[in-house]
Each structure stands twice: as structure tokens, then as C-alpha cells.
């Protein structure tokens, strides 16, 4: 089941949502694994999760 979950979570969910599913379930990964290797799970290039990290630093920022 878990293999099938993470399929429809990747089909399902858009690049931010898998973005913050990891934050949420997985933290540790955003220690542990490279950018370049993030990205590529989330299926997006390291710019793009760069970009996204900032947007959401951004908007966290900006709610307090």
C-alpha cells in the first residue's frame, strides 16, 4: 500500500503539496538529502525547489 499511496500522491498532488507532505511526514529528509536529489523526488529541477522553499519562507514571514 504505501508504494500505491506515494503513487497517487505523486499523481495527485502538485510539486508544493509533495513539498509540504515531506516537511510534515519526512523532515529529516530536508536535512539529509541534497537539493538536487529533493527535487528529483518531487519531480521538479533544484531550481524550482529552490524557488519554492522561497515563496513559502516568504509567506510564513509574512503571517506572523
Known sequence: FKVIN???D???L????RFLKIMEERPY?????P???????LGIK???????KNRLKM??????
Open 14 to 17: 502538485n510539486s508544493e503539496e
Open 35 to 41: 537539493q538536487h536529489q529533493l527535487a528529483s523526488m
Open 29 to 33: 529528509l530536508l536535512l539529509r538529502v
Open 46 to 52: 533544484a531550481e524550482s525547489l529552490s524557488r519554492l
Open 6 to 8: 506515494a503513487l497517487e
Open 59 to 64: 509567506s510564513r514571514a509574512s503571517q506572523r
Open 10 to 12: 505523486y499523481i495527485m
